[in-house]
């Protein structure tokens, strides 16, 4: 799965379309061969941020969830035996006549290039100890995940990947939820920031949080 989101970051993107393009953050999408969700990617330029403030704020449930809006829940339910993976629960909270969507992830991080690079992967699984419950639909996280990058020159900046692709379920009109997923990194990489503002502040104080 690490190799997949390697080789679709590679890919040439002159067969994709370009859905935003700011000074930093750069959005493509493009059908997927296996499933109706549009495999969504986005490439963002993180600052002044470190590649290790960026991957507290994303990792770190205490912090995803002061700053990730989508989430109402989202924490470390189990070890897995892979020593680089873990298993998550997300609780997403629907608008007002839309169901909340929840989703059993399991997530494995790896250091990359002298710890220069962080991969970040997600996709769903079936775990017997978290069932679907009545007042959510059970998402699927088809392939998803982040890779960060410190730059090994000056000025050291810190790059992003994102992609994206998961099928909400339920009656959602499919083209609705693909361009509404397509455009919600912007605001997604915006609120980033604030999490990482709170991260280096934590670090100044001493209160960085347990990551669980």
Aim: aromatic share 8%; with cysteine; glycine share 4%.
């Amino acid at each position: 799965r690490m190799e997949t989101l390697l080789s679709i970051e590679a890919e040439d993107k002159k067969s994709w379309e370009h859905i935003v393009n700011k000074k930093d953050i750069g959005i493509y999408k493009r059908k997927a061969a296996d499933c109706d969700m549009d495999l969504i990617i986005a490439f963002v330029d993180c600052h002044e941020f470190s590649r290790e403030v960026v991957v507290d704020a994303l990792s770190i449930p205490a912090y995803r969830l002061a700053w990730d809006t989508h989430f109402k829940k989202a924490n470390v339910v189990k070890d897995e035996p892979d020593i680089y993976a873990d298993l998550m629960y997300f609780y997403v909270k629907g608008p007002i006549g839309i169901k909340s969507r929840d989703f059993v992830q399991r997530r494995r991080v790896i250091e990359k290039d002298s710890n220069q690079t962080t991969m970040i992967h997600f996709e769903s699984v079936e775990d017997p100890d978290y069932p679907p419950i009545s007042e959510a639909i059970r998402g699927d996280t088809v392939n998803s995940g982040y890779i960060i990058r410190q730059d090994t020159q000056p000025p050291y900046r810190t790059r992003m990947t994102i992609l994206q692709q998961a099928d909400l379920k339920g009656k959602l009109p499919k083209a609705i939820v693909n361009y509404v997923m397509a455009r919600g990194p912007v605001e997604w990489v915006r609120n980033l920031w604030k999490g990482c503002n709170r991260v280096i502040k934590d670090r100044k104080t001493g209160k960085t949080p347990v990551p669980r």
